[in-house]
């Protein structure tokens, strides 16, 4: 394969974890303690969007609240398996 074509693998401290969720929603509180937990662990940097706030990423994703999106690509909704987030931010 050319090396033009092989992606370097990221380090989970490279990635960056995103929760999008709103105020209020007991399944948002319970994926931010993982993200927190598993982030915190590996590294990887977190962030937390209210979908309140943004008119797109509520027609996006209102009926899958909470979602995690891992670079910007989404990983999970409703519930967060930490050992599935974990590899995916090994890998």
């Known amino acids: 394969m050319s090396p033009l074509l092989r992606r370097r693998k990221k380090k989970a401290d490279e990635r960056v974890v995103t929760l999008i969720g ?17 982030c915190g662990a590996t590294g ?36 967060v398996d930490a050992e599935r987030l974990r590899r995916a931010l090994a890998g």
Request: negative net charge.
């Open 22 to 38: 709103k105020p209020g929603c007991h399944l948002c509180d319970d994926a931010r303690a993982v993200v927190q937990e598993v």
């Open 44 to 79: 990887a940097a977190w962030e937390e969007k209210d979908i309140t706030q943004d008119e797109a990423l509520h027609r996006e994703y209102w009926e899958q609240i909470p979602v995690v999106l891992v670079d910007g690509e989404q990983h999970t909704f409703w519930r």
